[in-house]
């Protein structure tokens, strides 16, 4: 199956700053991004929908400025926390369409996701 | 919006039996329906899915169940192993065409399977 990635698979900041993850399809092109946050012994919660080159489309409650997400190529989409906070600290996990297949197909595939730590 | 409730949220079995997870969802027109397995500190790996215009799926122990009159469907994992061990995801989602659609994920069901 298609392969995605995530990097840095874990990450500890300070309370103010700024971190950024990378989501990438390695072996296809993704139209379409999804990143997801998810707490422990929780499910999965949809930050946003990323498409490639144009805005983000974030979930009722989410925060655009502080959740800053960029689909600048059909292989890369990047979740930048800013100012980040301890109530911040998650485990982020993209997911990604492929263009290449037909339409019915939907199928998601899932990064390793990002374990944030912010003290 | 759609909502998907999953049972049960915890299931012990001895390695050898079945398991069976639950899923209900509320949006009839959900055509497309996936299962994650997700083990502690991964991402989620799609196991098997079934779409709506089928009533039953197989793929060697695993098995999905689908009823669109009840709008429920299940997971069946027979001659369970340790390594099953993970959290269970059900999800449901409308085919919109392939992008810009959302799944709609259920809470989970932590399977352990006891030697």
């Known amino acids: 199956g298609a392969v995605v990635s995530q990097h840095p698979s874990w990450v500890i900041c300070k309370s103010g700053t700024s971190v950024k993850i990378e989501c990438r399809s390695l072996?296809?092109?993704?139209?379409?991004m999804f990143w997801y946050r998810q707490f422990p012994k929780q499910s999965l919660m949809l930050m946003a929908t990323s498409n490639e080159g144009s805005k983000a489309t974030y979930e009722q409650g989410v925060e655009k400025d502080k959740f800053l997400i960029n689909h600048a190529s059909l292989t890369l989409s990047t979740l930048t926390v800013t100012s980040a906070h301890p109530e911040d600290s998650s485990f982020y996990i993209c997911?990604?369409?492929?263009?290449?297949?037909?339409?019915?197909?939907?199928?998601?595939?899932f990064g390793p996701g990002t374990r944030l730590t912010v003290l | 919006g759609e909502n998907v409730e999953q049972h049960p949220s915890t299931l012990s079995v001895q390695e050898g039996d079945s398991a069976v997870i639950k899923c209900t969802y509320s949006?009839?027109?959900?055509?497309?329906f996936p299962w994650y397995k997700q083990e502690l500190g991964k991402g989620p790996q799609l196991i098997i899915d079934i779409r709506s215009n089928v009533g039953e799926k197989k793929d060697q122990r695993i098995a999905v169940t689908l009823n669109k009159t009840a709008k429920h469907f299940s997971l069946h994992i027979t001659e369970t192993q340790p390594e099953d061990s993970a959290v269970y995801f059900c999800a449901a989602t409308r085919d919109r065409g392939g992008s810009n659609y959302k799944l709609t994920f259920g809470k989970g069901t932590l399977l352990t399977v006891n030697p």
């Open positions: 997911s990604a369409i492929t263009s290449g297949v037909p339409s019915s197909y939907n199928e998601q595939f």
């Open positions: 949006d009839s027109a959900s055509n497309y």
């Open positions: 072996d296809f092109q993704a139209t379409t």
